[in-house]
């Protein structure tokens, strides 16, 4: 499975952004998708997820401010990020559980870079 994410750039504090990722190859049934995001030096940390039947969850410092969605024709995940903040800065990744024969299997995304600056 390869993970194609796009939407990342330069923003001012309080604009917005939406990412996007999508999957390709061999896919059985996708069951979470989520965004990650990880700053040089830090952990990588969840920044929301969304199953299959809608279900969400976010990270505490996004609530309100972030949504994540999908598409599950297209294999596509988006987040769309409002009211950005200098600490929001971090390459995000887009991570997916493809439910395979062999079992659970997780991909990641390249990432995509997002800086909040003025």
Known sequence: VQ???CGGGLVQPGGSLRLSCAASGSIFWINVMGWYRQVLGKQRELVATIA????SKYQDSVK???TISRDNAKNTVYLQMN???PEDTAVYYCNVE????????A???Q???VTVSS
């Not at 299959?52 to 279900?55: D, K, L």
């Open 111 to 113: 990432g995509t870079e």
């Open 3 to 5: 993970l194609q994410a």
């Open 98 to 105: 493809n439910l395979e024969p062999l079992g659970t299997r």
């Open 52 to 55: 299959r039947s809608g279900s």
């Open 83 to 85: 009211s950005l903040k």
């Open 64 to 66: 309100g401010r972030f």
């Open 107 to 109: 991909y990641w995304g």
